[in-house]
């Protein structure tokens, strides 16, 4: 029987032959990823008030959730995290930072993210009726700021009395009522007087709640010595919820929330406003509206809100990583 002998040229041949193979199939699969991987969609919208993730208490401040809305990466060093969102004209007027007034009212409001206070409060404070209703994170953070207010103090005199509506009648203890309560965003503020309702006038011991209120995420909405921005007089007894970075910022730079939105006019997302609250790093830049659909960057991550400002564009408040 012959004996077969190896031939090295035809071994060389056949190993360079699948060298080559497998270098031509991790080619493909690497041109193939690339290319799912720049039509990845993400997810991002505004903050909802049906939702719990949304920037609240100072001692436990959380991410900014956000419901499924599908955008777009889009490539570049600079932006890389970021995606662009389509933001339809319906949502200008929603948010809280949203200016109402007479002459632009609320077109939508939030009912599904209210609740019962009445079935939500603490002790520390009482309600002008049962029936009160207030956006769940406005009333988780007032419920902490009346347990600060009698912890400072030692009374429990507030009266919630009114929050969507509130009595403006002959009588009343709030003689005007604001187009913006309709938000579920606002509380107005009355005081128990040893057996008879009194006005709330921001002095003495009750000042607390003025000085305060920025901590728990609040505005006194018409603040004093802002008529002429406001083109209202001064309501102590008319807290607006903002969330705590907003409202920071505005008591900081003793802003009212007209004179705020105009001041984040200047910064946008390649120039953010940044500012540090508790330990965490926020950035916040408008985006002026396009018409019927405006693109706006956000975080792919997710961690980020947007106001619209009822009026000529929106507010897109991240916490940065």
């Given amino acids: 029987m012959a004996k077969r002998r190896l031939r090295w040229g035809r071994v060389a041949a056949a190993m360079c032959l699948v060298s080559g193979s497998i270098f031509l199939l991790d080619n493909f699969r690497r041109d193939l990823f ?27 401040t959380r991410s900014l959730g956000n419901e499924s809305e599908p955008t777009t990466a889009f490539e570049g060093v600079a932006n890389l995290g970021f995606s662009e969102l389509s933001i339809p004209s319906s949502k200008l007027s929603t948010g809280a930072l949203a200016v109402f007034t007479e002459e632009r009212p609320v077109t ?23 029936t009160v209703r207030l956006n769940e994170d406005a009333a988780e953070a007032f419920n902490k700021m009346m347990e600060d207010y009698h912890t400072a103090t ?16 002959e ?27 009194i006005e ?20 006194v909405r018409y603040p004093q010595g802002k008529k002429d921005v406001t083109m209202n007089d001064y309501c102590p007894w008319h807290l607006r ?21 105009e001041f984040l006019k200047d910064y946008t997302f390649d120039k953010a406003f940044s500012y540090s609250l508790d330990g965490v790093e926020y950035e916040i830049y408008s985006v002026g509206s396009m018409g019927d659909s405006t693109l706006a960057r956000v975080p792919i ?16 408040t991240t916490i940065k990583k």
């Fill in 171 to 197: 009588g009343s203890f709030c003689p005007r009522y604001f187009p913006e309560s309709a938000t579920g965003n606002t509380v107005d503020l009355a005081l128990n007087g040893y057996g008879s309702v």
């Fill in 108 to 130: 939508e409001v939030a009912n599904s993210g209210m609740v019962n206070l009445y079935k939500n409060k603490n002790e520390y404070y009482t309600l002008v009726s049962e």
């Fill in 200 to 219: 709330y006038d921001g002095r003495d011991t009750e000042s607390w709640v003025v000085d305060n209120c920025a901590r728990y995420g609040f505005i």
């Fill in 34 to 60: 690339k290319s799912e991987s720049n039509n990845i969609v993400v997810s991002g919208d505004f903050s909802s008030n049906s939702t719990r993730n949304v920037e609240i208490a100072t001692a436990d």
């Fill in 241 to 261: 919820y903002v969330g705590n970075v907003h409202a920071a910022i505005m008591n900081e730079k003793g802003m009212c929330l007209e004179e705020y939105l």
């Fill in 154 to 169: 030692g009374l429990a005199d507030f009266i919630v009395y009114g929050t969507t509506e509130t009595f403006t009648g």
């Fill in 301 to 316: 991550s997710g961690n980020y809100t947007i106001s619209g400002n009822n009026s000529d564009g929106y507010i897109i």
